[in-house]
């Protein structure tokens, strides 16, 4: 859930109530507070707009990693960024690299993942490709398939039909989806690493 308010009117409900969560009506554009107390959320401010975005807190998915829930709310954070242009070195929704991909949708849920495709590849454990889930990292080498040290990175979204299909962030049409087999990826793989 995603709200914007302007930072005046923020200041002031926050200031009134802390312990309360701000709600937006949508008949209405006044805010109200909830008298229940729920998850804590994350203030991000966007000064050029003079707005405040509140996002619900997604860390429930580190104290709980492993679970196919928390699995699919990473995934569908990770697909909500299709479209996202590739950047080189960097980490936010404005660009990705590879890496950076990994690292911002993992921190996004409090998974801290470093920002480097061949320190990716350490993270975790080695699974067999044939053991593959969703949430995994699947790794592979750079574009020249012959140097055999990671270069490439992406998240697993499907493994049906043993044909993996993975979310990354490519120099060549940003964030995207991708198979392995039947691609130049099958031969720039490399392993499955599982961090989740």
């Known amino acids: 859930m995603l709200m914007l308010f302007p930072f005046s009117l923020l200041t002031m409900l926050l200031s009134a109530a802390p312990q309360q969560t701000l709600l937006i009506v949508a008949d209405n554009d006044s805010p109200m507070l909830a008298e229940t107390p729920t998850e804590p959320h994350t203030v991000a401010y966007d000064f050029e707009n003079s707005l405040a975005v509140i996002e619900e807190s997604p860390s429930a998915i580190a104290e709980d990693k492993g679970g196919e829930n928390n699995k699919n709310r990473l995934i569908t954070y990770a697909m ?88 990354h962030s490519s120099s060549v049409g940003g964030v995207k989806v991708s198979k392995v087999e039947g691609t130049g990826y099958s031969r720039r793989f490399m392993e499955i690493r599982r961090i989740l």
């Open 80 to 167: 909500s960024l299709l479209g996202t242009p590739y950047v080189w070195a960097g980490v936010s929704p404005k660009g990705f690299d590879c890496s950076g991909f990994i690292t911002h949708v993992f921190q996004k849920f409090d998974v801290a993942v470093p920002h480097s495709s061949a320190l990716q590849a350490k993270e975790g454990e080695h699974i067999a490709r044939d053991e593959a889930k969703i949430g995994d990292l699947v790794i592979f080498t750079g574009t020249n398939p012959k140097k055999r040290t990671p270069g490439h990175v992406g998240i697993i979204i499907s493994t049906d039909d043993d044909n993996i299909e993975f979310v």
